[in-house]
């Protein structure tokens, strides 16, 4: 007879049916003896979604998402959701068979308010693989331990959590302001509340990476803006590896003025010729050691891991950070403080 408690496992998705069969199959595999229920908050535009889950997953429970975002949606599935644990899981991940057993034999033996562990991004295509190696070593993360891996322990964030229902509820849920880094922000608050968050590096999950570069710089673009919004709220939030893709970003705007300033010098004052030279070396110095540490980076990653994507980590990599950044700088949109 087990004595974990069942588990309400709560999936956000918007427009996601090329990415959910994989996700809820993963889910319906688990191997907990308790028992669990799954709940999709669907925040669609199009009927694809609800209509997949009605016909391929039928004791899947939906409910509608209105406010269409991400945290909305976990908001509505923690409403409808029955059990005293609650497991998040993203539309593009995959949770492997024994990831509730885990988690929650994690949560009970650390008395934890909130348990992850790292995620695992796999891309099918040669694109989205590459997004994979950027995302998961230092050259694209950081840091930062559910993306790049290291020892059990308590951490500011973990991949993507199983909480006590009670914890997430004191907590008030997930912030409804903030559609991005909204996970981020609820483990503050978590433990801010005098709880752990606890990452276990035994606990991957996978996670489809987005698969253009279009569609990467927006993300990153969203994440970017959305931390600005946590971290005006909770300026001690703040992290050192959130401040390397600003600087970074200022460095080579600093780096494009001097450039211009050079140019003009050797355009409009030939005497001077020896400072616009200078000016040029000195602009130069920036991007091409961005460009030579990116560089390094794949070769390490192409060499260590014997992948021929690694050949797309300094493009994947440069968007990350140069995304992020710019969404820094350009914060919320206007009227959406996050506030």
């Not at 990476?209 to 279009?214: A, H, N, T």
């Not at 050949?311 to 990350?320: E, I, K």
Request: with cysteine; net charge positive; aromatic share 8%.
């Amino acid at each position: 007879m087990t004595t974990l408690p069942p588990v309400s496992v709560i999936v956000p998705a918007r427009d996601a049916e090329a990415t959910l069969p994989e996700a809820l199959e993963s889910i319906l595999a688990q191997d907990y003896e308790a028992g669990f229920e799954v709940i999709v908050a669907d925040g669609s535009e199009r009927d694809a979604t609800r209509k997949l889950v009605r016909t391929r997953f039928p004791d899947v429970h939906l409910v509608a998402n209105l406010g269409r975002s991400i945290p909305s949606g976990l908001n509505r599935a923690l409403e409808a959701a029955r059990h005293p644990v609650i497991a998040r899981c993203d539309a593009r991940a995959t949770l492997p068979p024994d990831y509730l057993t885990r988690a929650v034999g994690t949560l009970r033996r650390t008395g934890a308010v909130n348990v992850g562990g790292r995620v695992l991004p796999a891309g099918s295509t040669f694109f989205e693989r590459a997004v994979a190696l950027a995302t998961s070593t230092p050259i694209g993360a950081g840091d930062a331990r559910y993306r790049v891996g290291g020892p059990e322990g308590p951490v500011d964030t973990v991949f993507p959590g199983v909480f006590p229902r009670s914890a997430l509820e004191a907590a008030g849920g997930w912030d409804e302001s903030l559609p991005r880094n909204e996970d981020y922000e609820l483990n503050w608050r978590l433990r801010e509340n005098g709880g752990v968050v606890w990452f276990d590096p035994d606990l991957a999950v996978s996670y489809r990476p987005r698969g253009s570069l279009g569609t990467l710089a927006r993300q990153y673009f969203d994440y970017g803006r959305w931390k600005r919004a946590v971290l005006a709220r909770h300026p001690h939030s703040w992290r050192l590896r959130q401040l390397a893709p600003p600087l970074l970003l200022a460095a080579l705007a600093a780096s494009a003025a001097l450039a211009a300033a050079g140019a003009a010098v050797l355009a409009f004052a030939p005497a001077a010729s020896a400072t616009g030279t200078a000016l040029l070396y000195a602009a130069a110095i920036c991007p091409l050691s961005y460009a030579s540490l990116l560089l390094a980076a794949a070769a390490a990653i192409g060499l260590w891991r014997m992948r021929p994507e690694a050949g797309l980590v300094p493009l994947a990599a440069a968007t990350v950070h140069l995304a992020w950044a710019a969404g820094f700088f350009a914060g919320p949109p206007r009227g959406e403080t996050g506030a």
